[in-house]
């Protein structure tokens, strides 16, 4: 898979180990910035860079890390077709795509520390969506509130 990483200042602490967690475990990276953790930047310019991404078929999935992870969730989850969840432990890290069909992970650096998040994006890149009905059933309820605001 081609997995697109953004980052604001905030979380450019675990930038690296999401780097290299991702290329270890075979897959593309794209990696969209910051290159910096000094300088303070807006975190939905690199939301944006990632999700945007994703939407146009350049990456199959994100990897987004802010200094909560909340601001970053909160931005990707306006953007079409982009479901990102905050995860901060192994279970949703991997059921957020099993049964939620989560292409966008966040994290907070100043959450959790290295060890978590290389945890974290293992158990996020290899799942697998579970297409079983009430999965299906559900995220078509979501994909018509994006679409409609209503069900």
Do not use: W
Not at 57 to 79: E, L, P, Q, T, Y
Request: hydrophobic content about 40%.
């Amino acid at each position: 898979m081609r997995i697109a990483v953004g980052c604001d200042h905030g979380g450019f602490s675990l930038k690296f180990t999401v780097l290299n967690s991702i290329s270890s475990s075979d897959h593309e990276v794209i990696d969209f910035g910051t290159d910096n953790g000094e300088e303070s930047v807006d975190f939905p310019d690199f939301v944006f860079k990632v999700c945007d991404a994703i939407q146009r078929g350049v990456a199959d999935r994100g990897i987004i890390i802010c200094g909560s992870g909340v601001g970053a969730s909160i931005a990707a989850n306006k953007m079409k077709g982009i479901f990102a969840g905050l995860c901060h432990d192994h279970y949703s890290a991997h059921q957020g795509v099993e049964h939620d069909h989560m292409n966008v992970l966040c994290m907070g650096a100043r959450v959790i520390g290295p060890a978590i998040a290389e945890e974290l994006t293992k158990a996020f890149l290899s799942a697998v969506e579970n297409h079983d009905e009430r999965f299906d059933r559900r995220m078509g309820k979501v994909r018509k509130l994006e679409e409609f605001g209503h069900l």
